[in-house]
Nanobody
Framework: AQLAESGGGSVQAGGSLRLSCLYR???????MGWFRQAPGKEREGVAT???????RYAESVEGRFTISQDSRESTLYLQMNSLELEDTAMYYC????????????????????????WGQGTQVTVFS
């Protein structure tokens, strides 16, 4: 798969951003997700969506972030509202190559190890 994120930028705390991920899937996928990595920290899962539209969020973004997908446009979105300083990170989209259906019983976990294709990332910086 090929994935390309866009939409990052600098925003004041409390503001909003919408990230986009344009993807090309050459084989298949079951899960897609948004991840983020702050300097000196592990890459963490933010939100995932499976091929049937089931969604899971990290507790830290529940109620503030919304993941969605437009299959016709081959685009994954992450709408981020009420941004906090702690949301500052490089944001990545990823796909699992279809493996989650077999390895996790179809549950799209937020573990980076379940995903094998990644975009180059887009930086989100939240300032006070």
């Amino acid at each position: 798969a090929q994935l390309a994120e866009s939409g990052g930028g600098s925003v004041q705390a409390g503001g909003s951003l919408r990230l986009s991920c344009l993807y090309r899937i050459f084989t298949t996928y079951y899960c897609m997700g948004w991840f983020r990595q702050a300097p000196g920290k592990e890459r963490e899962g933010v939100a995932t969506i499976d091929i049937d539209g089931n969604i899971r969020y990290a507790e830290s973004v529940e109620g503030r972030f919304t993941i969605s997908q437009d299959s016709r446009e081959s685009t994954l979105y992450l709408q981020m509202n009420s941004l906090e300083l702690e949301d500052t990170a490089m944001y990545y989209c990823a796909t699992d190559g279809g493996t989650s259906l077999f390895t996790t019983g179809g549950v799209c976990r937020r573990s980076k190890y379940d995903y094998d294709s990644w975009g180059q990332g887009t930086q989100v910086t939240v300032f006070s």
